[in-house]
């Protein structure tokens, strides 16, 4: 896993964990494509750390 990979999967989940601290909810799906949507260039690292957290959560 590359640095910029890495730095999304600790940003997904820290939003995350703030996310369900402040509304005991979040939405991991919604906070990757807000990613996506500000960071057009890293599409492809961000799906990667999705699928990384995505893997993480579920176990």
Avoid: F, P, R, W
Avoid at 16 to 29: I, K, V
């Amino acid at each position: 896993m590359n640095n910029s990979i890495q730095q999304y999967v600790e940003q997904m989940e820290s939003q995350l964990l703030n996310d369900l601290t402040m509304n005991d909810e979040a939405d991991l799906y919604a906070i990757a494509t807000d990613l996506i949507e500000s960071e057009e260039q890293d599409m492809m690292d961000i799906c990667q750390a999705y699928e990384v957290v995505k893997h993480n959560l579920i176990g």
